[in-house]
């Protein structure tokens, strides 16, 4: 019997070819045709107990293209012996560039401006005023794979100060010109007038940024959640 492998979005560049050639691929977006699947390829999920129970014994493997695997329940799993993978590293790149999109977007009241022009309104100048961000406080959440990218482009191309914040981090390592590893994460939300978010979702980081944090963030701030 050919492995079968389930993708709830099918995979790109050429991924999802290069499989059919050792397994029965089928896309099927809601899942539906899992039972007797060896293999699943999810997207939004989730993939908990019931799913996988659902799926049948065949199950040996559940994946996921991108970064993260909350929406996955990794204890079920485990406890049926069902190897659980993801790609860390797959959008990295782009989801840094997102985000200092997003935070450039912001300063400049992108779509404010667009709104405004889209309903044939007059310019709002005061409310189209930007904030220039070089020299502004940004302070980075998570100093991982993208964590990395966003505080070396807004230091080093932005002109911004950046301090982060990672407790997985050690303080004492190098970092680009303009940023700064600090222990404090209140002092990340208090002194920015941008903050960042890159952390994985986890029950630890869950509500990381909640009421008590964005009131510390100084009137007239933003907070990008990447």
Known sequence: MPVKVVMQNELTMGAADRIREMAEVVVDPELAQVSGADIVVAGRGPIDAEFMSRAG????????????????DVEAASERGIIVIHNPDAPSQSTAEHTVALLTALAA???TGDRFLREGRPLDRE??????????NLGVVGYGRIGRRVAAACALGLGMNVRVSDPFVDGRQETPEGVTLTDDLDSVFADAKFVTLHVPLTPATRHLAGERELRMIPEGGYLVNA
């Open 127 to 136: 409310r189209m005023r930007g904030t220039e961000l070089l020299g502004r």
């Open 57 to 72: 014994n065949r199950l040996k493997m559940v994946a996921t293209p991108g970064i993260g695997v909350d929406k996955i």
């Open 109 to 111: 009241r992108v779509m």
